[in-house]
């Protein structure tokens, strides 16, 4: 067996052998390391683009699945005691179950600045076969009431000389009221609206009426010349966040879904530079291929007018597919998100939306979740920060720039500070109380998985997996033509030394038979 081995090795042409090995390696890293690469990356490119005719432009006008969206709400168990100076114990109830269906209207292309422009509209429906058991929205709650502090707190820090006239307007509003606290049917606050009774002569009342029944205010709509209704989702439910203008991705892919215009304008006139002005990112329903971890994701949030980034933090794996771990922290890392009178920055963990929304709202991850520890220390119960549960994160498959799973989470708490001008504010003491926090997430469906996987994922495998037979067998070519070679120059070799051999014996013979012949004849 080892002979007819050694006889084949001895009798191919190892030359053509480490040609062919040559070219096997110089394909493997030229083919299979470049030009493969570089026809999935066109393919990707054409596939991506967010242009009239593609599947994702089909995909990014209507998201052709619900994102799942959970709500839970800080239900207070002590608001006698708080109003007296204590500390809200909490109860969190949840999650309330939303489906949230993302489309874009009133589309224009723009072709020569590769750019798409359209209204963005959200619209949720509420599931209650998929909420926690039990729960309806026919809970009766005591939460935070969002205008009575809204109106009290906003008015303190920004016209506090108004704060007698705010009083009387409250009073008026709401027959009285005798704490900060919305007591009664939660989906009376969230759908159905809370009559706010705009029937007195008052100016304080008639002024804050006017207002509140303006466009700028889309969670109160007039029922009446003197009624009015306030609901913190349905009146804009379906309605649009506002206008964006993006671009496409044909011209450079690298820039796919990122907003060059909101609402007409390229840089906001919110906060307090123009650096926190800026709408960088995307709007959070694409992103471009081929990310870099060190550069992280950007995502504007219309509702909360600004971006966020999200760092990367480490490797992880989810549906199968080897994903990176991102995720997001809400501090004001800029100057300019503070308050502009007093110059007053938030602590680690905070944001501070109101110049974005009118209240005096400060946005937290849920349950204070890498905030300041002591925002806890001014609350009795009932807040147990989880990072696996709290985290705002996205699971992304960076070449494609896909997010196999993800979770925007806020969570919505009010300032709250004694008011002396407001009698039933006197004894507050300053807290963060927390409204709510919600979950807008999603895992991608295993059609659009299998997707990625069989078309994408695989190909790259398939890529990865030629490149390296192709080396592999190269070098094991080229070792194996080096070792021809070592066999059949060592043969030729030993057969010219046996030819020596042979001919230098065959002249000793002859010289040995000479001189046999000379003795012999001396001998005569």
Same mark, same amino acid.
Request: charged share 25%.
């Given at each position: 067996?080892?002979?007819?081995?050694?006889?084949?090795?001895?009798?191919?042409?190892?030359?053509?052998?480490?040609?062919?090995?040559?070219?096997?390696?110089?394909?493997?890293?030229?083919?299979?390391?470049?030009?493969?690469?570089?026809?999935?990356?066109?393919?990707?490119?054409?596939?991506?683009?967010?242009?009239?005719?593609?599947?994702?432009?089909?995909?990014?006008?209507?998201?052709?699945?619900?994102?799942?969206?959970?709500?839970?709400?800080?239900?207070?168990?002590?608001?006698?005691?708080?109003?007296?100076?204590?500390?809200?114990?909490?109860?969190?109830?949840?999650?309330?179950?939303?489906?949230?269906?993302?489309?874009?209207?009133?589309?224009?292309?723009?072709?020569?600045?590769?750019?798409?422009?359209?209204?963005?509209?959200?619209?949720?429906?509420?599931?209650?076969?998929?909420?926690?058991?039990?729960?309806?929205?026919?809970?009766?709650?005591?939460? #935070?009431?969002?205008?009575?502090?809204?109106?009290?707190?906003?008015?303190?820090?920004?016209?506090?000389?108004?704060?007698?006239?705010?009083?009387?307007?409250?009073?008026?509003?709401?027959?009285?009221?005798?704490?900060?606290?919305?007591?009664?049917?939660?989906?009376?606050?969230?759908?159905?609206?809370?009559?706010?009774?705009?029937?007195?002569?008052?100016?304080?009342?008639?002024?804050?009426?006017?207002?509140?029944?303006?466009?700028?205010?889309?969670?109160?709509?007039?029922?009446?010349?003197?009624?009015?209704?306030?609901?913190?989702?349905?009146?804009?439910?379906?309605?649009?966040?506002?206008?964006?203008?993006?671009?496409?991705?044909?011209?450079?892919?690298?820039?796919?879904?990122?907003?060059?215009?909101?609402?007409?304008?390229?840089?906001?006139?919110?906060?307090?530079?123009?650096?926190?002005?800026?709408?960088?990112?995307?709007?959070?329903?694409?992103?471009?291929?081929?990310?870099?971890?060190?550069?992280?994701?950007?995502?504007?949030?219309?509702?909360?007018?600004?971006?966020?980034?999200?760092?990367?933090? +480490?490797?992880?794996?989810?549906?199968?597919?080897?994903?990176?771990?991102?995720?997001?922290?809400?501090?004001?890392? #800029?100057?300019?998100?503070?308050?502009?009178?007093?110059?007053?920055?938030?602590?680690?963990?905070?944001?501070?939306?109101?110049?974005?929304?009118?209240?005096?709202?400060?946005?937290?991850?849920?349950?204070? +979740?890498?905030?300041?520890?002591?925002?806890?220390?001014?609350?009795?119960?009932?807040?147990?920060?989880?990072?696996?549960?709290?985290?705002?994160?996205?699971?992304?498959?960076?070449?494609?720039?896909?997010?196999?799973?993800?979770?925007?989470?806020?969570?919505?708490?009010?300032?709250?500070?004694?008011?002396?001008?407001?009698?039933?504010?006197?004894?507050?003491?300053?807290?963060?109380?927390?409204?709510?926090?919600?979950?807008?997430?999603?895992?991608?469906?295993?059609?659009?998985?299998?997707?990625?996987?069989?078309?994408?994922?695989?190909?790259?495998?398939?890529?990865?997996?030629?490149?390296?037979?192709?080396?592999?067998?190269?070098?094991?070519?080229?070792?194996?033509?080096?070792?021809?070679?070592?066999?059949?120059?060592?043969?030729?070799?030993?057969?010219?030394?046996?030819?020596?051999?042979?001919?230098?014996?065959?002249?000793?013979?002859?010289?040995?038979?000479?001189?046999?012949?000379?003795? +012999?004849?001396?001998?005569?």
């Amino acid at each position: 067996m080892k002979m007819n081995l050694l006889n084949t090795l001895k009798s191919v042409d190892f030359v053509k052998v480490m040609m062919i090995s040559t070219f096997l390696i110089a394909f493997g890293f030229i083919f299979g390391g470049v030009v493969l690469s570089k026809v999935i990356k066109m393919v990707m490119k054409m596939q991506l683009r967010i242009t009239p005719g593609t599947m994702s432009r089909d995909i990014y006008e209507k998201v052709p699945f619900a994102i799942d969206m959970r709500y839970f709400f800080f239900n207070i168990t002590n608001p006698d005691e708080v109003m007296a100076g204590g500390q809200p114990h909490l109860n969190e109830i949840g999650p309330y179950y939303f489906e949230e269906w993302k489309t874009k209207v009133d589309i224009i292309d723009d072709n020569a600045e590769d750019t798409m422009e359209y209204d963005y509209i959200n619209t949720i429906y509420f599931r209650p076969d998929l909420s926690a058991p039990g729960l309806t929205g026919d809970e009766f709650v005591v939460l #935070a009431h969002p205008l009575v502090l809204g109106m009290a707190m906003s008015i303190k820090r920004e016209r506090p000389e108004l704060l007698e006239l705010i009083s009387n307007a409250i009073n008026g509003l709401f027959h009285d009221p005798e704490n900060i606290f919305f007591s009664g049917r939660l989906f009376d606050l969230l759908f159905d609206g809370i009559d706010l009774d705009c029937s007195s002569e008052a100016f304080e009342i008639k002024g804050v009426c006017s207002e509140l029944g303006s466009d700028d205010q889309p969670k109160v709509t007039v029922i009446n010349e003197t009624t009015y209704s306030f609901a913190l989702f349905d009146h804009g439910n379906g309605s649009s966040i506002g206008r964006f203008k993006v671009m496409r991705g044909k011209k450079n892919i690298r820039d796919l879904g990122k907003i060059v215009e909101l609402n007409g304008e390229t840089v906001q006139d919110i906060w307090y530079d123009d650096e926190c002005n800026q709408v960088d990112g995307t709007d959070g329903t694409i992103f471009p291929p081929f990310m870099k971890k060190e550069e992280g994701v950007q995502v504007f949030v219309a509702q909360l007018c600004r971006s966020f980034v999200a760092n990367y933090k +480490h490797p992880s794996k989810v549906s199968g597919i080897k994903t990176s771990h991102y995720e997001v922290n809400v501090t004001a890392s #800029a100057d300019c998100y503070c308050s502009e009178e007093a110059r007053r920055c938030p602590a680690q963990g905070q944001f501070d939306i109101m110049p974005c929304v009118g209240a005096p709202i400060t946005v937290t991850l849920p349950h204070f +979740h890498e905030a300041d520890p002591s925002l806890m220390d001014n609350i009795k119960g009932g807040i147990h920060p989880i990072p696996e549960k709290h985290s705002f994160y996205f699971d992304f498959y960076d070449f494609a720039g896909a997010p196999i799973s993800a979770a925007g989470r806020f969570q919505l708490n009010f300032e709250v500070e004694p008011v002396q001008q407001i009698e039933m504010m006197n004894n507050l003491q300053p807290m963060l109380l927390p409204f709510a926090w919600f979950e807008n997430g999603v895992d991608l469906k295993k059609k659009f998985v299998n997707m990625l996987k069989y078309q994408l994922i695989l190909g790259l495998r398939l890529k990865k997996m030629l490149k390296i037979s192709c080396i592999i067998f190269g070098f094991l070519g080229l070792i194996v033509g080096s070792t021809m070679g070592y066999l059949q120059m060592n043969e030729e070799t030993m057969n010219k030394t046996k030819a020596v051999q042979v001919q230098a014996a065959a002249i000793e013979n002859e010289i040995f038979d000479d001189q046999k012949d000379d003795n +012999h004849d001396e001998q005569k």
